[in-house]
């Protein structure tokens, strides 16, 4: 039996290991010498981090004397009598060549393993293995199969670490942090780092200049801290590049600061206790989905902004966001698709889409809930011929804010939405290419101007409900203006719009409204020629019922004509009294009765205009019975208007005052009483 030896004692372990494995290489022995004082074997010619010599790319050429048997390695962590022999500290070795595979699974290992700027040249398996740390810093291998491995303390998978297979850490369970910054794994078209359901009570790192090229697989995983991939390339065009559904996140996310990802980002499902930061991220996968976040539960902010960019589709359908999205100096790039869908989304505070921000394709926000403001300031939608911002049934507990340089080619949609506050729609650029649908809408105040309204035809306002309308912007003719650029004719906007004149105190404007609604009605609905001349009768007589004064007008014309004609008459002879007695006197020498009443032309006049005055004239003079009635007209007349002034000519007049003065009045009496309005 061999004299017991201290751990600290180096030549106790290169003895033990000698009787078992035969000769070792230099390498080998310096990790023996090393092991049991927790130091580093440096294997290379140096510890320069720098040297090239110490480079794993070019371990093919290195010498044999750095060479370090795998199995050595799994001796000095399986068996009793070396691993006793092991500092706490682990195993540390720089800049060696592994050989062989290295086994580890279903080992429990007393303490790290660390591997600096080594080559492993077969894969690696830690199966279920259990570690107080593993670092392998700068150390390029094939594949690193990790499933259910269980490690106390971090990994450290970091600068230069390189993976040329697929490195699994499936079920992982990490006491610290996953470090993975300044690292590459290359497994193209296939996986090329698969950490599905791992947990990590720290961080995990794949930052600064990572890169992977291959799928990285993180759905399931639970991180305790964040997840961060800021300057970070994952690669792999035309299928999933980061696949993280499900992914629980008790901090934040971060995919920004020249972060790219070529091919789809997964994040479904994903819960995100902090905040989900893509600013300056570039995420490419043209005519597909970019950035998949649908049901997405974020407890603060989603920032897509300052140079984010998305050539694809990003999707938030569902998504639970407890503070704001933002979206300002962004890019989403899908032409003639969707760019930004987000239909049913909830935000806690504000969405803004706005200074810089550019959608080319149609950005979805279908039954969105936004319990802030939903801002488009200096923003531009582009889809042309096609919708540019879908938000139909959207609900906004603040605002809109469509302007200040707004620009929209495309058709905007708003069907449904309801604005707890006010929609602003002013300022905007390149209103002529603009299509908005209003249609069921409702905000509290409209606030708008002219040069933003869209061209005529591209309007629809048919539903769309408001309470007041900005300052400076309430005049009825510029207001009919607005609702004559509608697509097709609609009478709730004219109804609308006159409810809010009246309540604002303007009623001549509303009736100007209304009046204008019934007019383009009946052009609308008017069939055959007996309702278009209805139609044309009530517009001259009272203004379809808004403007029943308009009757008393034509009453007073009829008088004042009236009048001019029987005054001719009788001073022509062909007015007389009706009265027999006073008749005779009266056509011999223009005398009459003392007691008879003198002709008044206004009053004979008024009363065959207004049927229910009874003044007394109409009862006592007439035009003249005598069919033989020669005309007596003086110098000042015209002989040849005695025709007109004849009594057979003026009776006739008569018949027709009283007709026309029957009905005129009866059509100011309909429309004082509201028979025959609209409203």
Not at 305 to 323: D, P, T, W
Not at 399 to 412: P, Q, T, V
Request: contains cysteine; hydrophobic residues 40%.
């Amino acid at each position: 039996m061999p004299p017991k030896t201290s751990r600290a004692d180096p030549d106790a372990l290169v003895t033990l290991a000698g009787a078992h494995f035969g000769k070792l290489s230099a390498a080998e022995t310096k990790l023996l010498e090393a092991a049991p004082n927790g130091e580093l074997a440096v294997c290379g010619p140096s510890d320069n981090w720098d040297d090239l010599a110490n480079d794993p790319a070019k371990a093919s050429e290195w010498d044999a004397d750095r060479d370090i048997r795998a199995g050595l390695i799994r001796w000095l962590c399986v068996d009793a009598a070396a691993r006793e022999r092991v500092d706490p500290k682990g195993i540390h070795a720089f800049g060696a060549r592994i050989i062989e595979k290295l086994d580890l699974s279903y080992v429990a290992v007393p303490f790290g393993i660390a591997l600096q700027r080594c080559r492993l040249i077969e894969n690696a398996e830690f199966y279920s293995t259990d570690l107080v740390g593993v670092g392998l810093e700068g150390t390029w291998v094939r594949s690193l199969l990790a499933d259910s491995i269980r490690v106390k303390g971090s990994v450290f998978l970091y600068n230069g670490f390189r993976a040329e297979g697929e490195v699994r850490l499936r079920g992982a369970q990490v006491g610290g942090t996953l470090n993975c910054q300044k690292s590459v794994f290359t497994n193209p078209s296939k996986c090329a780092l698969n950490a599905e359901r791992m947990s990590v009570n720290g961080s995990v790192f794949l930052r600064n200049g990572f890169r992977a090229e291959g799928e990285v697989r993180l759905q399931g995983a639970q991180i305790a801290s964040n997840l961060e991939c800021d300057n970070a390339v994952f690669t792999n065009p035309s299928q999933v590049a980061l696949y993280a559904d499900g992914i629980n996140v008790k901090g934040s996310v971060f995919l920004r600061n020249g972060f790219r990802a070529e091919g789809e980002v997964r994040l479904l499902g994903a819960q995100i206790s902090s905040t989900l930061d893509c600013e300056n991220g570039v995420f490419t996968n043209p005519s597909e989905v970019a950035l998949h976040a649908d049901r997405i539960n974020v407890n603060g902010s989603v920032f897509l902004r300052n140079g984010f960019r998305a050539e694809g589709e990003v999707r938030l359908l569902g998504a639970q966001i407890s503070s704001n999205l933002e979206c300002d100096n962004a890019v989403f790039a899908n032409p003639s698709q969707v760019a930004l869908y987000a239909d049913g989304i909830n935000v806690k505070g504000s969405v803004f889409l706005r200074n810089g921000f550019r959608a080319e394709g149609e950005v979805r926000l279908l039954d969105a809930q936004i319990s802030g403001n939903l801002e488009c300031d200096n923003a531009v939608f582009t889809n042309p011929s096609q919708v540019a911002l879908y938000a139909d049934g959207i609900n906004v507990k603040g605002s809109i804010f469509l302007r200040k340089g707004f620009c929209a080619e495309g058709k905007i949609q708003l069907l449904a939405a309801h604005v707890e506050a006010d929609l602003h729609w002013w300022g905007t650029a390149n209103p002529d290419q603009a299509w908005a649908n209003l249609r069921s809408a409702s905000v509290r105040t409209l606030v708008d101007d002219i040069g933003s309204w869209p061209p005529a035809g591209r309007l629809v306002l048919e539903g769309f409900t408001y309470v007041h309308i900005s300052r400076g912007q309430k005049d009825a003719n510029k207001r009919l203006e607005w609702l004559g650029r509608q697509e097709s004719f609609a009478p709730q906007p004219y109804r609308q719009l006159a409810k809010v004149l009246r309540e604002d105190g303007d009623d001549a404007g509303a009736r100007r409204v209304l009046f204008e609604m019934e007019r383009l009605r009946r052009q609308k609905e008017d069939r055959g020629r007996l309702a278009r001349f209805w139609s044309a009768m009530l517009r001259l007589t009272i203004g379809f019922g808004y403007y029943p004064g308009r009757s008393l007008l034509w009453l007073l014309g009829l008088t004042v004509l009236s009048t001019i004609l029987t005054w001719g008459g009788y001073a022509v002879g062909s007015i007389a009294p009706a009265d027999k007695e006073a008749y005779g006197p009266f056509k011999h020498d223009s005398t009459l009765p003392p007691h008879y009443e003198r002709f008044y032309p206004p009053v004979y006049a008024l009363e065959h205009s207004f049927p229910l005055v009874k003044l007394g004239q109409a009862e006592r003079w007439q035009p003249d019975p005598n069919p033989l009635w020669q005309c007596s007209s003086p110098k000042h007349f015209a002989r040849r208007l005695c025709w007109v002034l004849s009594p057979e000519a003026l009776r006739e007049f008569r018949w027709g005052q009283i007709c026309f003065g029957w009905f005129f009045t009866t059509m100011f009496v309909a429309g004082v009483t509201g028979v025959v309005r609209k409203d």
